[in-house]
C-alpha cells in the first residue's frame, strides 16, 4: 500500500507564496507522474501541474509563471512552489502520483489567499 502525506498549505495574504510538499511512502518502485490537483468549493477538481520522470512540466494557463512543480525522486517527493498567490487560487490542493496502473491521492491541504 501507498500512502502519500501533504504538508504546506495555509492561510496567506495576495501577493504572498507557499510551498507544498507531498512524500509518498510504501511499497513504491518507480513513480511515473507526478502532480497538484485544486478543488475549489463548488467547482470540479482542476489541474494545476505535473511532472513526469522526464521533468516536462505542465501548467494549467492559470498558473503559468507563478507556481513551479519539482520532484525529488530519491525522497518519493513532490513540490509545489507558489508565489504571486491569488484570491482565485483559494482551494484544496491534492497531490497525485502515478505507479504505472495504479494512482494515488493525497488527503489534500487548504490554502486560502485572503486579505
Known amino acids: 500500500q501507498v500512502q502519500l502525506v501533504e504538508s504546506g498549505g495555509g492561510v496567506v495574504q495576495p501577493g504572498g507564496s507557499l510551498r507544498l510538499s507531498c512524500a509518498a511512502s510504501?511499497?513504491?518502485?518507480?513513480?511515473?507522474?507526478m502532480g497538484w490537483y485544486r478543488q475549489a468549493p463548488g467547482k470540479q477538481r482542476e489541474l494545476v501541474a505535473t511532472i513526469p520522470r522526464n521533468g516536462r512540466t505542465n501548467y494549467a494557463d492559470s498558473v503559468k509563471g507563478r507556481f513551479t512543480i519539482s520532484r525529488d525522486n530519491a525522497k518519493n517527493t513532490v513540490y509545489l512552489q507558489m508565489n504571486s498567490l491569488k484570491p482565485e487560487d483559494t482551494a484544496a490542493y491534492y497531490c497525485y502520483m502515478n505507479l504505472g496502473n495504479v494512482g494515488y491521492w493525497g488527503q489534500g491541504t487548504q490554502v486560502t489567499v485572503s486579505s
Open positions: 510504501g511499497s513504491i518502485f518507480s513513480i511515473y507522474v
